[in-house]
């Protein structure tokens, strides 16, 4: 099994940053693929940026491109989301999520129901 606890949610003013990490535990080892996502009242669960095993890999919904930024610390054993620019449209709560397998395209990192394991998510809301 793998835990996953996320952090760094907030309330921010629109333009600003925040930092999302996601820490996980247990049998890590077994994960390839890491991906946010986030889900606002009434709308369905969103794709927000994906990265694989080693970081080499990393892809972003068209909306994030250039204002978010996936990195993951295996030394830590985190995955963080740093979000710059940030607009009201983005308020959400964010979620991280690990896959056993190893996704290869932007088709599977985007695909929620890909993922094996979630975190509880963490709120962040952007004022205008």
């Known amino acids: 099994q793998v835990q996953l606890v996320e952090s760094g949610g907030g309330l921010v003013q629109a333009g600003g940053s925040l930092r999302l990490s996601c820490a996980a535990s247990?049998?890590?080892?077994?994960?390839?693929?890491m991906g946010w996502f986030r889900q606002a009242p009434g709308k369905e669960r969103e794709f927000v940026s994906g990265?694989?095993?080693?970081?080499?890999?990393?892809y972003y919904a068209d909306s994030m491109k250039g204002r978010f930024t996936i990195s993951r610390d295996n030394a830590k054993n985190t995955v963080n989301l740093q979000m710059n620019s940030l607009k009201p449209e983005d308020t959400a709560v964010y979620y991280c999520?690990?896959?056993?397998?190893?996704?290869?395209?932007?088709?599977?990192?985007?695909?929620?129901?890909?993922?094996?394991?979630w975190g509880q998510g963490t709120q962040v809301t952007v004022s205008s």
């Open positions: 999520a690990f896959r056993r397998g190893l996704c290869s395209d932007y088709g599977c990192y985007s695909s929620w129901h890909r993922y094996d394991y």
């Open positions: 247990g049998r890590i080892g077994s994960v390839l693929s």
């Open positions: 990265i694989n095993w080693n970081g080499a890999s990393t």
